[in-house]
């Protein structure tokens, strides 16, 4: 009997659990757009503790989290955001930042995702009537296409000093903030407290169906609302799917230590295996990005035995989650190998 796929592709590639689908099944509702959905409610004030800050918007994505807090910060017409060049709403997001924001981007080359304060100084540009507005900063906590590395602490605070000193707002792309948080040992609240506005995502790690939560000041989430409207992100019964994240919370993010541990095991196997360039000490979470010769070709030749995501011509992404188990890295190291050598 052949061994089933692996989906490595991402974590977003969850099926809600058992346990998941009774919290969603027995869920209190009410009528989101009107405040009234107690389920919704308890998570956007379970969010906003968690990631220390006033207020916090249930929303139908992490796309539309960073479009909103962009279009918050950003005065249209010009303003200028500078994050990563790996970071998602340069890659990701269809352009959001000039439709939605009428932003310029400017981007880092950064480490593994991770800027420096040099760089991050070097770009905020002075004013001037020639130069574009610098505006806002973004992180990203873990770096996606960085390959899930983890912004140390001290950088982050670091970028948040330089944001205050040049009278920057900062922004945190929080996605995969849980996974850092339970890499580090570092609380959300102390990574996420000091930026104007942070967010996680529900459907990567977390493993629930849909959702992503918005936090910031009472002010700006106020403010999150109109937008919410405004694209058409408002719910009705969204109880429904944000029991899903309650659950999540109380029952996926300590596992998510799991993945990082299956992510580490995958990278030291994959290490080993010829043509594969990759520094297993480089994976810190549940992202494994490494460099072939031909990504394309590689991920065709393993479909049927592993799923994976080609990132560009020479680099491959795998990502472990809540539906890959250790024997899971076993199959697919074995299928590696077969193709690799
Ligand atoms: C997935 C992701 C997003 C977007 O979240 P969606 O819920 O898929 O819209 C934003 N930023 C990062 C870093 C992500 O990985």
Same mark, same amino acid.
Do not use: C, Q
């Given at each position: 009997m052949s061994a089933p796929r692996v989906n #490595?592709?991402?974590? !977003?590639q969850t099926r809600p659990t058992e346990g998941m689908r009774a919290a969603i099944a027995a869920a209190e509702v009410g009528d989101e757009q009107r405040g009234q959905d107690p389920t919704t409610l308890r998570l956007q004030e379970r969010v906003a503790e968690l990631l220390g800050q006033e207020a916090a918007v249930f929303l139908p994505s992490g796309t539309m989290c960073n479009q909103i807090a962009i279009r918050l910060h950003v005065r249209p017409g010009g303003d200028e955001i500078v994050l990563d060049r790996t970071a998602h709403p340069v890659?990701?997001?269809?352009?959001g930042p000039a439709q939605h924001a009428g932003a310029m981007i400017r981007t880092l080359d950064g480490d593994g995702g991770i800027y420096s304060i040099e760089q991050l100084e070097a770009a905020i540009r002075p004013p001037s009537r020639y130069f574009p507005r610098s505006r806002l900063v973004s992180v990203e906590q873990t770096s996606n296409l960085g390959g899930g590395r983890v912004w140390p602490l001290e950088r982050m605070r670091a970028v948040l000093e330089v944001a205050r000193r040049h009278g920057l707002r900062a922004h945190l792309d929080g996605a995969r903030l849980m996974n850092a948080v339970v890499a580090s040992g570092v609380p959300a609240s102390e990574y996420?407290? @000091?930026?104007d506005t942070a967010w996680i995502d529900?459907?990567? @790690? #977390?493993?629930?169906?849909v959702g992503a939560v918005l936090a910031g000041s009472r002010e700006l989430i106020d403010e999150a609302w109109r937008f919410k409207q405004m694209m058409g992100g408002a719910f009705r019964q969204s109880g429904i799917v944000a029991a899903g994240c309650l659950y999540a919370l109380d029952h996926h993010v300590e596992r998510l230590a799991e993945d990082h541990e299956n992510a580490r095991l995958l990278a030291q196997g994959l290490a080993e295996l010829p043509g594969v360039t990759l520094d297993?000490?480089?994976?810190? !979470?549940n992202i494994v990005l490494f460099e072939v010769k031909d990504a394309a070709g590689l991920v065709q030749r393993l479909a049927d035995r592993v799923e994976l995501q080609v990132v560009d011509s020479r680099h491959v992404r795998a990502v472990t989650h809540l539906d890959v188990g250790r024997s899971d890295i076993e199959h697919a190291l074995e299928a590696f190998a077969a193709v690799l050598t």
């Open positions: #490595l592709y991402s974590d !977003t890659n990701h997001e269809a352009g996420a407290g @000091g930026f529900f459907t990567k @790690g #977390l493993g629930a169906p297993p000490s480089r994976v810190e !979470t």
